[in-house]
């Protein structure tokens, strides 16, 4: 996985379409200087046949490492499955996944890890541009809901047509299968709307749509 290719749809580092989330990024600027705070690119290449898209960075994880799902919990636990499903490696710099891309629905770190609607639709467009530039691509793992929409808007789907399910596909018109998760943040986990059968049974089936 090369993680320092700039894929098509990468937001700039100084994006300010979003002027809380900017202001936000500056915040933590000042706090703590040694963190990525920014805009955080995705993680993959051209060649991908699974992305998997969260919702957006963690505080303390992405926007703290720069690598999406690197350097916290959700992270440990995405990363974790996919190394059961033979879908990753660990490394000394992170995780080696070939063959996928992850990204997320908001590039921005938001305040208590809420974007508005606001930001949401107006991170679309990058995320509608990375997708479209991955040729091989089979199948979208969205995790959680805002992901799950993220996702339809940007491959060009009706939302009324596909309702957000766990472990449930949808075969959106370009040919692309929508996987739906929970999302695989501490809290779905700790509270057990999301336990580890129910993430790996997701994340298994994509398998049966990559030939
Ligand atoms: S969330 Fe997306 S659109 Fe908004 S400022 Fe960040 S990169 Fe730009």
Redesign the pocket.
Known sequence: MTDETLHPGT??KD?????R??AY?TEQMARHSGWWNA?VPPLGDASAWLAIVGL?PGLKGANRTGKPFHGDEAGKMLFGMLAELGLATETPDGWDAPGLFITNA???A?PGNL?ETA?KH??R??LAEQLAALPALKVVVALGETAHQAAIKAVGGKLPKYRFGHGVAHKLPSGVVLMDSYHCSRLNTNTGLLTPDMFKAALEATLAYRA
Do not use: G
Request: a neutral charge.
């Open positions: 937001p700039p994006c300010a379409l979003c002027p989330l900017a990024r805009p957006a908001v590039a921005c938001p974007p930001e107006n991170c467009s990058f």
